[in-house]
């Protein structure tokens, strides 16, 4: 039997790779000859430049960067011929921050800026920034800011960080210093920069934004468009598609003439999953939950769509589940297994992941292999 397995990261416990290691391992030990494909997946989000590494003949460029709060971090760029790939949650993920640690009205995308400018420095001709998983809201204005281009107030001075101090800001301190590479802002995110469904509104809560906060945020977001309008001669910046992807970062990108494109389609393309769909009897994806968001448009519906357009039974391990047998067959998934249901307590889901989805790989082995 040939089993395709192909599951996103389980954020905060398992990376793709590693949830992908872990399916494996668990259908060996049941089903030790059966062959099993692995390509762990990304939709732009927190491993894709892990995911693209591990598929495509590049070189991995360690570059030294900062997190969301200015705290030295290690990050990487991924050279392949021209093309750099870089990964926005590298220097701005929600993940490497501490719960109490987060400030959404000061985090700042300026190291996403110094990823972007050692891409540049290595020679790219064109550069896909994969946007997702980020703790800032400061539409990009911190990446600007590494750039060459800072955010600055009426006296010219630069602005302080993050997305609140942007509601003073009057124009920009110089120009992107991107020597006209092209950029690609990779996401599924199609939310608008500002409003009801924007950045602020729609992800700020997550990244510990108080009901307040959003209003500040999305008042600041809406002054700051105009300024990038008027800098980069582009209309109506606040509500264009992507540009409320990772706070708002997609906004920046479009602004400076980025192209948006499906971060998991890419990805797909890239790794070659749809000739490992083809040749495929069973296919098995995952994420760390399983919601009513998963089916619209997430990495595991996806997969699921494609499985069930080649007539595959398709199952989803993921760390917990909240969508109905009805709603998961709706979207082609034959089967949803998840750790908290299988350990009985959240806590152990958390605490043993891997060993979670390994005995839940092997069941499912015992149950499939033929």
Not at 55 to 78: C, S
Not at 261 to 280: H, K, P, R, W, Y
Request: glycine share 14%.
């Amino acid at each position: 039997m040939r089993v395709l397995i192909c599951p996103d990261k389980f954020a905060g416990t398992l990376s793709a790779a590693e949830a992908a290691a872990a399916v494996a391992e668990g259908w060996h030990e049941a089903a030790p000859g059966d062959e099993t494909v692995l390509r762990p997946l990304s939709d732009g989000g927190p491993g894709f430049v892990e995911v693209l590494a591990a598929a495509l003949d590049g070189r991995r460029v360690r570059v030294a960067t900062v997190d969301p709060l200015g705290r030295p971090v290690a990050g990487e760029v991924l050279l392949v011929g021209t093309t750099a790939y870089v990964e926005s949650a590298q220097a701005c993920g929600l993940h490497l921050l501490a719960r109490q640690e987060r400030d959404v009205n000061a985090a700042t995308s300026y190291g996403l800026g110094l990823l972007l400018a050692a891409a540049v420095e290595a020679g790219a001709a064109e550069i896909v920034v994969g946007l997702g998983g980020s703790a800032v809201n400061d539409a990009g204005a911190g990446m600007l800011a590494a750039l060459g281009a800072a955010p600055v107030d009426e006296s010219g001075y630069a602005l302080p960080y993050g997305g609140a101090p942007l509601i003073t800001a009057a124009g920009l301190g110089g120009l992107p210093r991107l020597r006209q590479v092209r950029l690609v802002a990779a996401t599924d995110v199609d939310n608008p920069l500002t409003g009801l469904h924007g950045a602020s509104s729609v992800y700020g809560p997550q990244k510990g934004a108080t009901r307040e906060d959003v209003l500040r945020l999305d008042a600041a977001l809406d002054h700051f468009a105009g300024v990038l309008e008027k800098a980069f001669d582009i209309g109506e910046l606040r509500t264009l598609p992507g540009g409320g992807a990772a706070g708002g970062i997609g906004a920046a990108l479009l602004a400076l003439g980025a192209r948006v494109v499906s971060g998991i389609g890419l990805v797909t393309t890239l790794i070659g999953l749809e000739e490992q769909l083809d040749a495929a009897d069973l296919v098995i994806t995952g994420e760390g939950s399983f919601d009513h968001q998963s089916l619209r448009g997430k990495v595991a519906a996806g997969i699921a769509n494609g499985a069930r357009d080649r007539g595959l039974p398709c199952v989803v391990v993921a760390g917990r589940n909240e969508t109905g047998h009805r709603e998961a067959a709706g979207a082609g998934v034959t089967e949803t297994y998840a750790l908290v249901d299988h350990f009985g307590s959240e806590e152990r889901a958390l605490a043993e992941p891997a060993r979670g989805v390994r005995e839940i790989a092997a069941r499912l082995a015992r149950q499939w292999s033929r």
